[in-house]
């Protein structure tokens, strides 16, 4: 499985933004698709996850940071897996990295691929 994300930029405070996950690999619909990210001098964290395509359901979580605010969510057409992200913050400037994991989770540990990153920078 590869993935790509994409979408990053310098926003304002309550500004919104998009990012976008490419997934790639003939099993990439089995694995359940999360979105972290890391401040500087912070531990990568948890953000949100969505259960794999071969789920019964889009079961979706979010940290309590982002949650009524982010939204996770699948193309299954596309391949592709989204963090739309509304009233933004400064304390959601970090990197901000996609993942792929067979468990449905919020622990770093548990996910096997991941992409390589992309830049959220927030000004207040």
Known sequence: VQ???????LVQAGDSLRLSCAVSGRT???YHMGW?????????EF?????????????????DSVKGRFTISRDNAKNTVT??????KPEDTAVYYCAASRIYSY???TYDYW????QVTVSS
């Open 36 to 44: 972290f990210r890391q401040a500087p001098g912070k531990q990568r």
């Open 115 to 118: 992409g390589q990153g992309t």
């Open 107 to 109: 622990a770093t540990s």
């Open 3 to 9: 993935l790509q994300a994409s979408g990053g930029g």
């Open 28 to 30: 990439a619909s089995t």
């Open 47 to 63: 953000v949100a996850v969505i259960r794999s395509s071969s789920g019964w359901d889009s079961m979706t979580s979010y940290a």
């Open 83 to 88: 963090l739309q992200m509304n009233s933004l």
